[in-house]
């Protein structure tokens, strides 16, 4: 069996290598870093999807694969399904774990918003993008042949800036006690209650996606949910959330959930062991205090 | 400007209830036009005010979209091309069922959003791009400009921001931040139900569906919340929580 695999970045390539690895494929890989495979292709970077899908189209067709891998990132979900269109095949993006059945795969992957998991089989060939992050892999030994690959330039559309963004390293993933705040804030100055009840908690600050995409209060790293971070602190304490579902799927595996919320029938108190009605502006002050 | 814009209805999710013994989910509930879709609506409009044109609201879906499909015509679309026999929903029929609509016309910008707020599985851009042999842009978090024949949009991407330009036509699937989708009012709600809709079946547009893969099992994963609520003062309230805090870590 042989799996195809590309991701923009080094680690999430290693990651999923060594999974495909575990599950007994070949893996050939396309990448702009040295990376473990079988048969590494090592190319240039290029981050248009037009000669990223011809240069995937190239090897598959050189490969023969049984399984083309992708990272579920924006790149990867935009590549990743141009070339299944192509090559008129199934994809399944978001993938969660891979199961390796019999000339079949099974994947998990989180539906209506992420109320649910569901369960997904397709028979091979096939394409999925998987969340680099959830997939669980022991390390591998591969047989490391590296060939220089040139991806072919065939751009559909024209470049005319790329700026990195700037990132911040974040430990919500590790972190033991998580403080989540949303538009129950009214203004980024605000921020200093939940800074101060974080500090006095060692807790990470986390939160939902409008703080850090729509007002830019707290960078994207923090945003927890389904396009986001999914955490399992021992505590997490969610201040000013609603609870709608693309966000509550991100605090599942939370052991305790504290909220605090005005909205006595926020969806948030079915995500809560212990939901508080009222205000953070009232209570947080009050809670600083008492800790 | 003939622009096309695919929308998805999806369940309302909000109303989606959890079977507690099995974890299975009770379907049993309306259906609602995406937001994700109403974000690309808008952008559509904003265009429009700008160079004139028209908006055609393009989709595949149940029965019921024959109602749903009123929430894009009442937000501004001018009318609607649908097929409402389409219950498989792999985003390989999707995306050849809207690319079957999308051909018996010719656009110069056909718009979705980046994923549907169900699915989260962001393929049809791709799909119906491909499909069309057009070029793409996805995860647009600004449409900068769009003149006769160009469009230059900003792409918001996982670590880096990028703007791009393509010739058009071209697909283009913004994000959920581009804009604010506005309500529509009653006068326009009423104006909706007048507006043409033209409502294919699969067998007008030739299409057999297959389905390409099996859906083992859909549970909604076994975390029970014991949801006690706590109500009081405010110094009282936070007594409670400190010991909570004290309890549990
Ligand atoms: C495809 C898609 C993916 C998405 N992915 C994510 C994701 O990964 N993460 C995410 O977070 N969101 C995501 N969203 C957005 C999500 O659906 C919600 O819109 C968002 O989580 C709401 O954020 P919020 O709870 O901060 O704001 P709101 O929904 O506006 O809630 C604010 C809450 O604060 C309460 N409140 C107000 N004032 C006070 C006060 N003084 N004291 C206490 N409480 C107060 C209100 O009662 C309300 O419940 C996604 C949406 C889509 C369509």
């Known amino acids: ?291 | 400007m003939k622009i096309a814009v695919c929308v998805k209805e999806i369940y309302n999710l909000e109303q989606v209830k959890i079977v507690r013994e099995t974890r299975e989910p009770i379907l049993d509930v309306p259906k609602k036009l995406d937001d994700l879709s109403r974000n690309a609506l808008e952008e559509a409009i904003k265009i429009r005010e700008k160079l004139g044109g028209e908006i055609v609201a393009i989709s595949a879906g149940s029965p019921e979209l024959r109602k749903t499909i009123k929430e894009a015509l009442a937000m501004g679309a001018d009318r609607a091309a649908i097929v409402t026999d389409f219950t498989e929903s792999s985003p390989e029929s999707a995306a050849l069922v809207l690319s079957r609509i999308l051909e018996k016309d010719s656009y110069d910008l056909i718009l979705l959003g980046d994923a549907s707020s169900d699915d989260y599985s962001g393929q049809m851009a791709s799909r119906v791009a491909e499909t069309l042999n057009l070029p793409q842009i996805t995860f647009v978090s600004e449409i900068r400009e769009v003149s006769d024949g160009k469009i230059t949009c900003v792409r918001d991407m996982d670590d880096y921001i990028e703007v791009v330009e393509s010739d058009l036509p071209c697909v283009v699937s913004v994000t959920n931040e581009i804009n604010e989708p506005r309500i529509p009012a009653l006068k326009d709600i009423l104006k909706a139900s007048k507006k043409p809709v033209e409502n294919f079946s699969l067998q007008d547009l030739g299409i057999e569906i297959s389905r390409s893969y099996e859906i083992v099992e859909n549970l909604a994963p076994a975390v029970d919340r014991k949801q006690e609520v706590i109500e009081g003062e405010a110094a009282e309230v936070a007594g409670k929580i400190a010991e909570i805090i004290g309890r549990e870590v």
Not at chain 1, 222 to 228: A, N, Q, Y
Not at chain 1, 245 to 269: C, F, L, R, Y
């Open chain 1, 1 to 291: 069996m042989k799996a195809l695999v590309f991701a923009e970045k080094a680690d999430h390539l290693n990651r999923i290598s060594s999974k495909l690895k575990e599950l007994g494929f070949e893996v050939h890989a396309l990448s702009f870093a040295e990376v473990n495979a079988d048969f590494l292709y090592l190319a240039g970077p290029k981050y248009d999807y037009a000669s990223i899908t011809a240069a995937i189209d190239m090897l598959s067709n050189e490969i023969r694969p049984d399984l083309v891998v992708f990272s579920s990132t924006k790149l990867g979900k935009e590549v990743s399904s141009r070339f299944a269109q192509r090559k008129n095949m199934t994809c399944i993006t978001e993938c969660l774990d891979l199961q390796l059945g019999d000339s079949s795969i099974t994947v998990s992957r989180y539906s209506l918003g992420g109320k649910t998991v569901t369960k997904i089989r397709t028979h091979l060939p096939a394409v999925v993008a998987l969340v680099a992050d959830a997939i669980e892999s022991k390390e591998q030994s591969f047989q490391m042949n590296v060939r220089e690959f040139q991806i072919p330039d065939s751009p559909q559309i024209r470049t005319v800036s790329r700026e990195e963004k700037r990132r911040e390293a974040v430990g919500l993933k590790e972190a033991d006690v998580i403080v989540v705040v949303g538009r129950g804030l009214r203004k980024e100055e605000d921020l200093k209650l939940v800074k101060e009840l974080a500090k006095k908690l060692n807790a990470e600050i986390g939160c939902t996606r409008p703080l850090s995409h729509d007002y830019r209060w707290l960078p994207e790293e923090r945003m927890i949910g389904l396009s986001g971070e999914k955490v399992s602190p021992k505590l997490l304490i969610s201040i000013g959330v609603s609870g709608q579902i693309q966000h509550a799927v991100g605090i599942m595996n939370s052991k305790t959930v504290i909220a605090i919320n005005t909205d006595e029938n926020a969806p948030m108190k079915e995500h809560s062991d212990y939901f508080i009605v009222g205000d953070l502006y009232e209570i947080l002050p009050e809670l600083i205090k008492n800790l």
